[in-house]
């Protein structure tokens, strides 16, 4: 069933839908009376029916709210230096479908990309509009967040609460499997295409980051920490058998 986001919903209402979705409606050729599916981004989705009274007046007939969680058990926080072109774009996204939290873009020594400003928050609000796509697609409630863009240094002085910190590195010598103890929150720290300087591992590890190491090969930045999400969803998360 098609799947839409639309925040501040109210149960057995009546709502006119928002230019945005009435054109992802349109893509998808709905029909009058056809059954859909919204969902606020806080956690509820609302069964709906939609009411096409015109070309510019599509309404939902909403039903009564649902409590719906299919986030993960583990809340996982992906700490990620900003990656070229379509490559952030890309990890956004299956971060989102994985199951990640949160996100914090940031820039390093070593990031091909620069972003200040109004360009930067650009870039944000078009990562967010992906995740939230993305929740559309894979069936989330809750959207993640797109933190704004900032400096490795920063995010190091302002770090979220965690019992788990990583940092995926080559020179890493532990595996995942070593790690004691089931981390209910871990944050996730991903360098850009050069990966991290020296001088920023040993930042990362004077914060607390666990250098491991995902077996022989570097991966490249837009697989390494979906590769990392995906790992953790299976020794920790909703991949369990």
Not at 120 to 142: P, S, V
Request: proline share 5%; glycine share 6%.
């Amino acid at each position: 069933m098609p799947r839409f986001y639309i925040p501040n919903l109210s149960e057995k209402s009546v709502f006119r839908l928002p230019e945005n979705t009435v054109r992802h409606i349109n893509s998808l050729r709905l029909k009058n009376g056809e059954r859909i599916t919204l969902f606020d981004g806080k956690g509820y989705e609302y069964p709906a029916v939609l009411n096409i009274e015109s070309k510019n007046a599509y309404w939902a007939e909403i039903g009564e709210k649902n409590a719906v969680n299919r986030e993960s058990p583990v809340h996982i926080v992906l700490i990620q230096a900003v990656s070229t072109g379509e490559k952030m774009d890309f990890t956004v996204k299956k971060a989102v479908e994985l199951g990640v939290a949160e996100i914090y873009p940031v820039l390093s020594e070593f990031s091909s990309v620069r972003l200040s400003g109004e360009r930067a928050e650009k870039r944000c609000r078009r990562w967010q509009e992906i995740a939230i796509a993305a929740c559309e697609q894979c069936g989330r409630n809750t959207v993640p967040k797109i933190q704004p863009v900032q400096s490795l240094h920063n995010i190091f002085n302002n770090l979220p609460i965690a019992d788990k910190y990583i940092l995926l590195s080559p020179q890493g010598s532990l595996k995942l499997t070593e790690i004691q103890n089931k981390p209910q929150k871990i944050v996730l720290l991903i360098g850009a295409e050069g990966g991290f300087s020296a001088a920023e591992e040993q930042a990362a590890q004077d914060k607390g980051f666990v250098p491991i190491q995902l077996g022989k090969r570097i991966l490249r930045t837009e697989t390494a920490g979906l590769a990392t999400i995906a790992a953790v969803q299976t020794l920790w998360g909703d991949f369990v058998a």
